[in-house]
């Protein structure tokens, strides 16, 4: 490469990452000095809002909802799904497409179109089960399937699910315990990573629980913008930390497990449609 | 000479039942899963569909027939220019950006750093998306303040934050890391030996890019391109934050007729637009999955 295109090379990336990085930090900075705006334009900063987010039982009773909904999704989605998947790559292989389709289905169908199908159905549980706000753990395990499929599928990838489970059966072992004492130790960083996607949908998601009226951490964020904007700001950021750190800790851990066992040709890449985030 | 009482290789004892085959089929075990697919998954979907069909003297397309009113196809109109403009313009910006990581160290911390933020910020929507947004060019936006401290007004032609343009900046905020994320790997295919043979054959950069890197990466650029617009078609929560009333757009069009809160709401209405938005936004996906079929055949 000759001197003076090199220069323009590296004059283009500092311009782009200059430029772009300032379109995606300025407005988290924002929100940050929003927060801790005083009461009048001259007032000093303070961190008053933040405080008062332990003194607004909504927002309390909402975080602690949602809190309650991201465990329950990820203990329903290791339940349903780790089982499955190790069952059918030993015994059922011809079912694998059929269900890779089905776990990726939620990414072609938006969330507002899910919730026009699932209003009816949430109206009779309702009635007949119960109207907890912690029922949408039931669709949010729908949400989280695609993400979740993708981390145990790569784990499952990495080791050698036949030969283990063939060892362990040869040896007495029982179905169970092939599943929870050989296979699931084998794979800790897909099942962390199934986890912490899952948390991570779960708390960012609005557009179900708004629908369907109830008041999980989004949606409260959102009411609470009407009243106070700086409080509700607050709680933004601080939900959006949380989902930093929680991808943060995904990135270092999941990425280049991932790289060498590359996923299946034509998935659709997560984050795509569904996911009721956005 | 004694006879040896125990085996000389101690096994474990069989099994209970551990030889014999199972009673029950083995799908069986799967079936859970199908299940639970069918009652949240499949059912919801199923409702949507056949409640398209239906209104209240039984099968009918008369849902269809409200498609025909002006705001109606308004919303879809907008909602299709919103998704297109902050495609191209994500799709555009998205490449630069992953141009510019891709002729870095591909080892390095820096490209490390990059892509964990684009998988972090491409999830980044909502309710916080749209906050994020107020905060900075709200009406007391921490932009908007300063540049009013130096005379000048974002708002001179009103506020346009809360309107389909503030739309697409909002959007773009996604697109772009989501573009990232999906055209660097075939950035990444691209060989620096295709650019020196492209040279050594007299070609200078805009032959380069013209016949060579430009066909090969138009799939994947396109590709992505698509998705985004999906992306945006079905996007809800970010609009829902921003837009406190009105049906702009496609999916505030159904959330309104899904739960109107002055009685006049209608599932089969709702039904009916939601199934046209998921026929857009499936026919987009079909495209994508076939464009980016053809582009990992010669990323490998």
Redesign the interface.
Known sequence: MSRN?RLK?QI??LA??VL?GA??L??????F???TRGVTEDAPRTLNAWLTIAQTPDLVAAILASLGLAVLTSLGMLV??V??MI??RL??PH?SRV?EF?CL?????????????????YLWMNLNISDSILTLA??Y??LV?PYAYRALYTGLAAIDVKTLAEAA?S??A?WITVMMRVIVPNMPVAILNACLLSV?VVL?E??IA??L?YVNL?VA??LA?RAN?TV??AV?VA??LF??IL??IL??FG?PRARVAPDA??L??P???????? | MTVIERPLVET????LG?GRRLAMP??I??A???L??G???L??????VS?AFIDSAGLSLANFATMNQRFVINAFLNSVLLSATSAIIGAV?GA??A??VA??NPNGAFRRLV???C???????????A??????IGG????TLWLQQHGMNIYANGVWLYQLRGLVLVYI??Q?P?MV??FLPALDGIRPQWREATESLGGG?WHYWRYVAGPLLAPAFLGGTL?LF??A??????A??LVNQGSIIA?LL??NT??SEVGLAN?GI??AF??V??VI??VV?VL??LL??RT?RWLQ
């Open positions: 295109r090379l283009f990336r782009v990452f772009l379109f995606f300025i407005p988290i900075g924002a929100m000095e929003f927060s349903l799904l089982p499955t069952w059918v015994r059922l079912l269900i089905l289905l939620p990414l072609t169908i938006p969330a507002i179109v899910l919730v026009a199908g699932l209003a009816p159905i039931f669709v395990l729908v399937l059966r040896l007495g029982s991570a960012g609005f557009t708004n629908l009226n989004q964020i959102a913008g904007a509700s700001i933004a939900s959006l989902a930093f991808l943060v990135s270092f990425r040709p034509g659709p890449y984050g795509a449609a569904g996911g009721g985030m956005r | 474990v004892r069989r099994p551990g083995q799908w075990a799967a859970p899963f199908f639970y697919v009652i949240f998954l059912l919801p979907t199923a409702i949507v409640g910006f630069l950006l141009y510019a002729t870095g892509s964990s933020a998988g972090v910020l491409a999830q980044f929507g909502g309710v916080t998306l906050f994020a947004f107020i905060a900075t007391a936006g921490f932009i905020y996604f772009i989501l994320l999906v950069t998705l999906a992306n078609f079905s996007a809800y929560a970010t829902a934050a999916s159904i959330a899904l739960t599932p709702a039904s939601a199934l938005m998921v936004v499936a996906m994508y999955t980016q079929q990992a």
